[in-house]
């Protein structure tokens, strides 16, 4: 669902949206701007969802492994 939202910012800056991201796009390119800043994505179900990946989590224990290994050296 949208809402619909009003700003009021300076009109240089105005004209320089219109003039650089189009007049019927800046909506979208004020959302994909902010979207990151404030919309937060749940993690418990990304890393769930990484984690059915089999070659995937083979290959990042495998990763994680021989990281370990490089650090040994660095006991003592």
Not at 7 to 16: L, S
Not at 36 to 62: C, N, Q, S, T
């Amino acid at each position: 669902m949208q809402k619909k939202l009003t700003i009021t910012i300076d009109e240089e800056v105005y004209e320089g949206l219109h003039k650089t991201i189009g007049p019927r796009k800046i909506s979208r390119f004020v959302q994909e701007l902010v979207r990151p800043h404030v919309v937060r994505p749940d993690l418990d179900l990304a890393y769930a969802e990484m984690a059915k990946d089999k070659k995937r989590e083979k290959g990042a224990i495998e990763w994680a492994e021989a990281t370990f290994r490089d650090t040994d050296h660095e006991k003592g």
